[in-house]
């Protein structure tokens, strides 16, 4: 069982990242989805999520920036990342999350610069 988080890497402000999270020995179509991220010093925050049925959340700092989406074909669960801040810097994790049991990417660094 496993998430696999990748996309992450360096932008410059303004410009754009996709992150994907691929699940391998489970289907993602019965859990909640999302993206946390930790900066240097900061608390884990949460960027995004995504439940089974489809309904987004998004912390105020990305709205209108990030979208969350997930394909259960596929399964994956994807972050497009636009307009990027110098703030948006960090390490993003992926979850999935199903009643009691949760799973969690290994983590992709985003560094955007000025």
């Known amino acids: 069982v496993q998430l696999q988080a990748s996309g992450g890497g360096l932008a410059q402000a303004g410009g754009s990242l996709r992150l994907s999270c691929a699940a391998s020995g489970f289907t993602l179509d019965s859990y909640a989805m999302g993206w946390y991220r930790q900066a240097p010093g900061k608390q884990r925050e949460l960027v995004a999520r995504?439940?089974?049925?489809?309904?987004?959340n998004y912390a105020d700092s990305v709205k209108g920036r990030f979208t969350i989406s997930r394909d259960n074909a596929k399964n994956t669960v994807y972050l497009q990342m636009n307009n990027l801040e110098p703030e948006d810097t960090a390490v993003y994790f992926c979850y999935a999350i199903e009643r009691y049991v949760a799973y969690w990417g290994q983590g992709t660094q985003v560094t955007v610069s000025s």
């Open positions: 995504i439940t089974r049925g489809g309904s987004t």
